[in-house]
């Protein structure tokens, strides 16, 4: 399977607000959670097309739209990235895709030799594509929201270009 991240535009923030929905509408169930991005939409996506140093990418898989991805170098650390989100429509999950997304995102911004990224600690599914992108556990937890959630850290080391 070709999976391609293209940058958008607020031309695609509804599209891809809509697969975000669909992609945490599961977790958003489990953990009832005020913070989720099943809450948010389009506004956040606009939000980010806005902020320097931010990157909205979508992601197509074969050239069929199948998610998106935000990340950055953080502007108060030179060389440091955040992997923000990354979302999967629900039917296109457990094949790759992510992961091999996530590799073409660090591609994306050269100057960035270490990358940070969290998401729920007890989800198994999350964490095996993670890993298969090689990031590695910091063992570091963080609770959020009031306890509902608790957060695996991780992080991986990349050589700047």
């Not at 955040?82 to 091999?100: D, E």
Request: net charge positive; hydrophobic share 40%; with cysteine.
């Amino acid at each position: 399977m070709l999976v391609e991240l293209v940058p958008a535009t607020a031309a695609d923030a509804g599209a891809l607000a809509a697969i975000q929905k669909k992609a945490f509408k599961r977790l958003y169930a489990l953990y009832q959670d005020e913070g989720s991005p099943y809450l948010r939409g389009e506004e956040e996506i606009l939000r980010w097309l806005e902020r320097p140093g931010w990157k909205v990418f979508k992601i197509l898989a074969d050239g069929v739209l199948a998610g998106g991805l935000v990340a950055c170098e953080r502007p108060d650390a030179p060389g440091e990235g955040y992997l923000a989100r990354v979302y999967i429509l629900p039917g296109m999950q457990r094949q790759g895709i992510a992961s091999r997304a996530l590799l073409l995102c660090e591609a994306e911004f050269p100057a960035v030799s270490h990358w940070t990224l969290d998401f729920p600690a007890e989800q198994t599914a999350n964490r095996r594509c993670y890993e298969k992108a090689r990031y590695a556990d910091t063992g570091k937890r963080l609770e959020q929201s009031q306890g509902k959630i608790v957060l695996a850290l991780y992080e991986k080391q990349t050589q700047a270009k």
